[in-house]
Nanobody, 118 residues
Framework: QGQLVESGGGLVQAGGSLRLSCAASGTIFRSISINAMGWYRQSPGKQRELVAVTTRGGVTNYADSVKGRFTISRDSAKNTVYLQMNSLKPEDTAVYYC?????????WGQGTQVTVSS
């Protein structure tokens, strides 16, 4: 089977930086390619929203609210995706979830809390 393990969340002051990591592991990922990996976030009372995504071909897409501040990158050999978050704002506070899409299924991490204090 497959699982995603996230790390790197925490508490930071506004204007600070954090780096999230997500590693995909399991037998499924040895036999099927991951087409896209990305990050979503959800804050209390709101729907889960896309933050950033990167495809196997190297195409990236960002939410307007994080453009210019967040950078997504991927190490395909390690099935790992990163999210570098700079100039963090209190409104970035949320649980951040890693996502991986294959041609047959979608996988989600357990989520990591990011809290930005003002």
């Amino acid at each position: 089977q497959g699982q995603l393990v996230e790390s790197g969340g925490g508490l930071v002051q506004a204007g600070g930086s954090l780096r999230l990591s997500c590693a995909a592991s399991g037998t499924i990922f040895r036999s099927i390619s991951i087409n896209a990996m990305g990050w979503y976030r959800q804050s209390p009372g709101k729907q889960r929203e896309l933050v950033a995504v990167t495809t196997r071909g190297g195409v990236t897409n960002y939410a307007d609210s994080v453009k210019g501040r967040f950078t997504i990158s991927r190490d395909s050999a390690k099935n790992t995706v990163y999210l570098q978050m700079n100039s963090l704002k209190p409104e970035d506070t949320a649980v951040y979830y890693c996502n991986a899409e294959t041609r047959v299924s979608a996988y989600w991490g357990q989520g990591t809390q990011v809290t930005v204090s003002s």
